[in-house]
């Protein structure tokens, strides 16, 4: 009972705040009142966070009547003042809320973590994406990579920061000190975006291996025995093989493509005999994509197969017979690439082929290519690079066998043609290779 008491007292508490806050006219008491916002929010229960937030739904969105009058002043007489009404009563009371919020001490840092808080309630809630949306649109100007410095980590950097890409690489885990060290080496980089205001937050970053040649294979990339390359005139290849991003709240805040960009770009002022940009890429959708019966055409994706290629995934799908024996159950009787027959081999190449150069421009395509802002931040198409090769036996790790019979893919950067192919792939097309075209019916 007591414990209702208080949760009720608290809640209570941190409507009260922001009711006075967004009351609030001037602004001296401004930050005070953010401040007891915050305060307020963090005494909440985590099962008070529907209600908060919920709270700020239905209590701090436009007003309805509102918005059709102005709508229906600015259609019949499209004028400057009407425009600027229609935009004043269509914005979110909640947005102007956001914005005194972060005027408290470290209150860009507690927006981002309520934003945490909240992705947690969408599948639950999703009238809060709303919400959500709002505050996204904030943090996207506040993060706009414009605002943000990047930085080349090295081993100098302070131990809080090195802890914390440690903490966050969600693509290939980091074993260790030993294993960051290596990782920091001449012949591998890393590079982080920050903010001016937190300059031991690293928001984003990425890692890259100089190498001679493009590899097919990630086990040598993140070997921390492996033997540092210090001539530089072996450097011909930039691979980025890993991409993180520090902030779950930040997720959907477009850094990463501006993040590869510059990279490139510096890596190839400091090394011009650095001509090809490319990713050593995990496929984590394939597996299940293909126990669910490689389905992309159709109106799902508003992709149409040729028939050949149709016949093609029909066969592969017939090959590997998953309908009959699960995944988890091959690999738990001992399937391994070096042991798989060449049919399927053939199978899983041609299938992998199908879904990343046919499926991920559809509606429902790959989350990997469509750069998925979840645990780790993935290199995709749309940012621009063109589907180069997929490696058979790239990545055996346990998750990797299980997510993508190993199959690992290369995306290639050429700098000149980044625009274009972005430009393509947002109408449906996409770049890739013959070798890959070769794949889907061989």
């Not at 705040?17 to 009351?23: F, G, N, P």
Request: charged share 25%.
């Amino acid at each position: 009972m007591l414990e209702k008491l208080a949760k009720a007292r608290y809640f209570s508490r941190v409507t009260g705040a922001v009711t006075r806050l967004i009351s609030e006219r001037g602004e001296s008491n401004a930050v005070s009142m953010a401040d007891d916002v915050i305060n307020n929010y963090r005494k909440l229960s985590e099962d008070q966070h529907i209600k908060f937030f919920t709270f700020l739904f239905e209590k701090l969105s436009p007003d309805a009547t509102a918005v059709m009058a102005a709508a229906q002043n600015f259609s019949a007489e499209a004028s400057a003042r009407n425009y600027i009404k229609l935009q004043r009563v269509t914005e979110p009371p909640r947005q102007e809320l956001f914005r005194r919020l972060n005027r408290a001490t470290n209150g860009t840092v507690a927006l981002v973590g309520m934003r945490r808080d909240l992705l947690q309630l969408l599948d639950k809630q999703p009238e809060l994406t709303a919400v959500d949306f709002d505050l996204r649109h904030l943090l996207s100007s506040w993060f706009n990579p414009g605002f943000l410095k990047m930085h080349r980590v090295d081993w100098k950097f302070p131990a809080e920061v090195l802890e914390k890409l440690i903490q966050h690489e969600a693509v290939h885990a980091i074993d260790g000190w030993d294993d960051l060290r290596r990782r920091l080496q001449p012949d591998r980089r890393c590079f982080a975006f920050f903010r001016p205001q937190l300059p031991n937050e690293p928001l984003i970053f990425v890692e890259v291996a100089l190498l001679p040649e493009i590899p097919s294979v990630i086990t040598p990339l993140v070997d921390k025995k492996a033997e540092t390359v210090h001539q530089t005139s072996q450097y011909k290849v930039a691979t980025f093989y890993s991409i993180s991003n520090c902030e779950p709240g930040l997720r959907g805040v477009s850094m990463g493509n501006l993040l590869i960009k510059r990279v490139a770009e510096q890596l190839h002022a400091e090394f011009p005999g650095l001509k090809t940009f490319v990713t050593l890429s995990p496929i984590p959708g394939f597996i299940d994509w293909v126990a669910a019966g490689a389905d992309i055409d159709g109106e799902k994706s508003g992709v149409q197969l040729k028939p050949a290629i149709r016949a093609a995934r029909e066969q592969a799908l017939e090959t590997l017979g998953l309908a009959n024996r699960s995944w988890t159950e091959r690999l738990s009787a001992g399937w391994h690439p070096d042991n798989a027959t060449e049919k399927e081999k053939a199978a899983l190449l041609s299938l992998a082929s199908i879904y990343l150069g046919l499926g991920s421009a559809g509606r429902n395509g790959n989350p990997v290519a469509k750069f998925h802002l979840g645990n780790g931040v993935k290199f995709h198409l749309g940012n621009g690079a063109k589907l180069h090769q997929i490696n058979w036996a790239g990545g055996l790790s346990r998750k990797g066998l299980r997510q993508s019979a190993a199959l690992m893919v290369n995306y290639l950067y050429d700098l000149s043609a980044v625009e274009e192919n972005h430009e393509r792939f947002t109408q449906g097309q996409i770049d890739y290779s013959r070798a890959v075209g070769k794949l889907r019916a061989p």
